[in-house]
């Protein structure tokens, strides 16, 4: 098997190319443009004309300071759409905890509506009108439906791929590269694992059991039984009942249950969670086959993941964008090189004692992130195990050749 390219198109810019060339072709060096052509340079071999190509990215939350900046995204619809394709960027929508709501009363996590959601993409500077093409959630317009496909994982039997995205051609990951909480790291495998999931799907990555209620805790006011979708909640005796044959596993009980009463039977261990998205990673991109691409952004890599209404200053500076057909060696690229890089001073990552360039840091951040939480030092996330998994299922190899590619205009040493 031959070892996967990495194409790494970095941030910094040599100050020599200042004199060296001509202002008219300074843009060329910006990594907007060089997204632009990697995206090119990926999907050239595989892009028929009138293709239709999921952009899948994180639209970011009301209180995200770090997502994709909408330019890098209009600069790759641009690309496909000189490539002959036609683009569209998605998201998906999320249920499965409580509202909460700032002092304004707007809610913080959008997602498990369309209405809010599609709102905050466009506070985000994601529209139909900013992108140049449409611009959904995947699994619109509640989450509901998915494209079932079977896959023989060790706990994954089944993905649920949200429709709009099944329904592509082809499929490009646009991750923003960045730690994780419960993964350590957030990049294609989430991007895709997780975030091209229906509602369903994510359910089955966080769970290992159906979804139950704490009698103790249900105080009947029946909240439940008029949002779910399909009857599958009862009244018994003053308490919600569900009917686990009817239930969709969809959560959409939880976002209204106001004294938190649903519980799931067990909790899979972040381990268990890792290879849960790693797994559904792997069916999701194998339904895909050779029509799947990943591009992974390595600028604004902050210690907690695109949803976090606080993320503090970014562990590492700005790197780069990396892409490839191969999305484990991808993020086993970027993990590499964040690792390698010196760390920020004020970030997480000097908090965490990793500013050494060597240092591990993705693990380190993600396990003092959770010392910090109440009643939960047990949990030590491991980038090892998803990136593990994902080359188990055959998904790709950590192995990887990392190739620096530069778009922009050459410098020669005439324009002196
Ligand atoms: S919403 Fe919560 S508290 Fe109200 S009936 Fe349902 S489970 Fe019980
Ligand atoms: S009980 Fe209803 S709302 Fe709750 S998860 Fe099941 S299907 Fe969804």
């Known amino acids: 098997m031959s070892v996967p390219e990495v194409y790494f198109a970095e941030a910094h810019v040599p100050i020599e190319y200042i004199p060296r060339v001509p202002p008219t072709k300074w843009y060329t060096h910006s990594l907007i443009y060089q997204t632009k052509e990697l995206a090119g340079k990926l999907l050239s071999d595989i892009i028929n004309l009138k293709d239709s190509v999921a952009v899948k990215i994180h639209f970011g939350e009301r209180y995200s300071q770090y997502y994709i900046r909408p330019a890098y995204v209009r600069k790759v619809i641009d690309k496909i759409k000189e490539l002959g394709g036609k683009p569209f960027v998605c998201d998906t929508l999320f249920s499965g905890s409580k509202v909460l709501r700032d002092d304004a009363g707007e809610p913080i996590w959008t997602r498990r509506s369309l209405k809010e959601g599609l709102e905050t993409a466009a506070m985000n500077g994601f529209t139909n009108e900013t992108m140049g093409c449409p611009v959904i959630f995947a699994d619109a317009p509640e989450g509901f439906q998915s494209i079932k496909r079977s896959f023989n994982g060790k706990y994954i039997k089944k993905v649920y791929i949200a429709p709009a995205i099944a329904e592509a051609d082809i499929l490009l990951s646009l991750a923003h590269f960045k730690c994780h909480d419960c993964m350590a790291v957030g990049g294609t495998l989430k991007n895709i694992g997780v975030g091209c999931s229906s509602k369903q799907g994510k359910w089955w990555i966080h769970h290992s059991s159906k979804l139950g209620v704490d009698k103790s805790k249900c105080t009947g006011c029946g909240e439940c039984v008029s949002v779910c979708p399909v009857s599958a909640i009862e009244m018994h005796q003053g ?71 606080y993320q503090g200053v970014p562990i590492v500076p700005d790197l780069g964008v990396l892409a490839s057909k191969d999305p484990v060696a991808l993020d086993r690229a970027c993990i590499d090189i964040v690792n390698a890089s010196p760390g920020i001073p004020g970030s997480m990552a000097e908090t965490a004692k990793a500013l050494t360039p060597g240092t591990e840091k993705f693990n380190t951040v993600a396990k003092m992130r959770w010392n910090a939480t109440p009643g939960a030092k047990h949990v030590t996330p491991d980038w090892r195990v998803m990136l593990t998994t994902a080359e188990k299922a055959e998904l790709g190899t950590q192995s990887y050749k990392l190739i620096k590619v530069n778009f922009g205009y050459p410098p020669t040493k005439n324009n002196l």
């Open 239 to 309: 308490k919600a009942f569900i009917i686990a044959k009817k239930c969709i596993d969809c959560a959409t009980c939880i976002d209204h249950c106001e004294p938190v009463a649903f519980t799931s039977k067990t909790f899979p261990t972040i381990e268990e969670q890792e290879t849960r998205i790693a797994e559904t990673a792997a069916g999701i991109i194998d339904y895909f086959k050779e029509k799947a691409v990943f591009i992974n952004l390595a600028i604004d890599i902050a210690p907690l993941c695109d949803c976090d209404p």
